[in-house]
């Protein structure tokens, strides 16, 4: 059976496509910080035969970039580094997941055309990551799919995000409080990004780029909106009025070199998976 690493297998998403790949079959490797630092040189070290990485272990959640810029890039790109030197080595093929670069959009929907704009230091540590990854693809053949997955979300994500803390606040059965009600993302169902992700597997093309969202944007009142439709309240919903760094009015990913080079399709309704998160995510 393939030997598959998984880097922060113990996250979000990792945790989702661990399963998802067991049930293939595969032999995962299950990489988190008690097996070690991804930015230390030596961290493989002892890992061998290894055919296919999904490299997932990142610094993430973006306030905390503005705070620590330093400490994201040498988890970000010191870690993609050694991540690359395991591929060169062991001759694996890279799925790198990577994040939303775009900044403020030229137009909508954004195709992985657009010109990254990075605009805060999570963003900026994602693209210079990207970088290497077409530097090793160019320069040593590593085979390489960097996926840009727009805003995620689903059962078992952090109540630090968006839609899990709307989600307890509306079965809490208290007024909802955001801090803005206007900001449009785009999001996909973790079990739709899984999906994408082990496509990958199948990649043959040395180096690819691809947007994984729904393709439609919500703004925050809308999401309040079908969570309280769902869960059938209709509790107040308060802006705080306070506006982050850099805010984006409007996100909506062009998802079709995803459904060209993969065959892939987003399948969860925003509405089947919000009642996913009301009916089994109980404990806050």
């Known amino acids: 059976m393939a030997r598959i690493l998984v880097t922060g297998a113990d996250g979000f998403i990792g945790r989702v496509l661990c399963e998802a790949l067991r049930r293939k079959g595969a032999t995962v490797i299950a990489w988190t910080r008690r097996q070690g630092d991804v930015a230390d040189s030596n961290a493989f070290g002892g890992l061998a035969d290894i055919v296919h990485v999904f490299h997932l272990a990142a610094r993430t959640f973006v306030p905390d970039s503005w705070r620590d810029p330093s400490g994201f890039h040498r988890t ?46 999570y963003a900026l540590s994602k693209w210079m990551a990207e970088e290497l990854c077409r530097f090793y693809s160019s320069n040593f053949g590593t085979g390489v799919t960097i996926v840009r997955p727009f805003n995620v979300y689903g059962v078992g994500q952090g109540q630090h995000f968006l839609i899990p803390e709307i989600v307890r606040q509306v079965r809490a059965g208290n007024a909802v409080r ?37 393709g439609e944007s919500m703004s925050v009142a809308e999401i309040i909106s079908v969570v309280q439709q769902v869960a059938g309240t209709s509790l107040q919903a308060i802006q705080e009025g306070e506006r982050r760094i850099n805010e984006i009015p409007d996100v909506r990913a062009d998802i079709s070199r995803a459904r060209n080079v993969l065959g892939w399709e987003p399948r969860v309704p925003f509405t089947e998976g919000i009642h996913r998160m009301l009916q089994e995510e109980v404990v806050w």
């Open 76 to 121: 970000n790109v010191t870690g993609t580094l050694n991540v690359l030197e395991l591929c060169r080595r062991c001759e694996a093929r890279l799925t790198f997941v990577s994040a939303y670069l775009y900044g403020v959009p030229d137009s909508l929907p954004i195709s992985e055309e657009q010109v990254p704009r990075p605009n805060n230091p």
């Open 178 to 214: 955001v801090k803005d009600l206007a900001p449009r993302r785009d999001y996909v169902h973790i079990d739709d990004l899984v999906d994408a992700l082990l496509k990958t597997l199948s990649g043959r093309s040395t180096f690819d780029i691809l947007n994984i969202g729904s």
